[in-house]
């Protein structure tokens, strides 16, 4: 089945330092992929995402490239502010064959914390 | 736009009690809203889908006689956990995805989770 693997966290940078959260995947076919973040005490909210090979996803200063070649997803930020610190998960959702019940279906990694200090 | 509200946010119960809670899509219609569960410091475990006027498709080991799903409209979807226990203690957050063609069809929008104590 479709799977998801994040880095293990948590992480802790100084305000300005370089991020990168690695994400790896398994699907079949040609999944898109997404990055999630969760500030405490809130909903998930799309980051960014790509849909096909090669594509990349940008917001707010990060920025993720979709790699087949290494069916990679990761996200990198260059200079990290306090108020990124929450918890962000990488996901992907892939159209099944005509009749499959997982349309749609995001699956998630297990999340990394990021924490940021001034 | 594409604002998904969930009530309550919190609520304790006693065991053995039923609780419901509500998953809107408030500016837009949701022909499919999906309901995890989040355990602390663990990602989100997909539960099952919901598609308006249809039954919820469950996914492989969650009980549906003990999560009823029902999604009565385009806008509303409910889950109940009949029965409580202490164990179904937890995090619990729909999405709503929108109809082909509008927006991005293959976004699901987050609600902000209902934390639900069963004592």
């Known amino acids: 089945g479709d799977s998801v693997t994040q880095m293990e966290g948590p992480v802790t940078l100084s305000e300005e330092a370089f991020l990168t959260i690695n994400c790896t995947y398994t699907a079949t076919g040609y999944p898109s992929l997404f990055w999630y973040v969760q500030y405490p005490g809130e909903g998930l909210q799309l980051l960014l995402k790509a849909t096909k090979a090669d594509d990349k996803g940008s917001n707010k200063g990060f920025e993720a490239t979709y790699r087949k070649e290494t069916t990679s997803f990761h996200l990198e930020k260059g200079s990290v502010q306090v108020s990124d610190s929450a918890v962000y998960f990488c996901?992907?959702?892939?159209?099944?064959?005509?009749?499959?019940?997982?349309?749609?279906?995001?699956?998630f990694g297990q999340g990394t914390i990021l924490t940021v200090h001034p | 736009g594409a604002v998904v509200s969930q009530h309550p946010s919190w609520v304790i119960c006693k065991s053995g009690t039923s609780v419901k809670i509500e998953c809107r899509s408030l500016d837009f219609q949701a022909t499919t809203m999906f309901w995890y569960r989040q355990f602390p410091k663990q990602s989100l475990m997909l539960m099952a889908t919901?598609?308006?006027?249809?039954?919820?498709?469950?996914e492989q080991g969650v009980e549906k006689d003990k999560f009823l799903i029902n999604h009565a409209s385009l806008t509303l979807s409910t889950l109940t956990v009949t029965s409580a226990h202490p164990e179904d203690s937890s995090f619990y957050i729909c999405s709503a995805r929108t109809r082909e063609g509008l927006r991005s069809y293959n976004e699901q929008f987050f609600g902000p989770g209902t934390r639900l104590t069963v004592l």
């Open positions: 919901s598609n308006e006027g249809s039954k919820a498709t469950y």
């Open positions: 996901a992907l959702t892939r159209y099944p064959n005509a009749g499959g019940t997982s349309y749609g279906k995001l699956t």
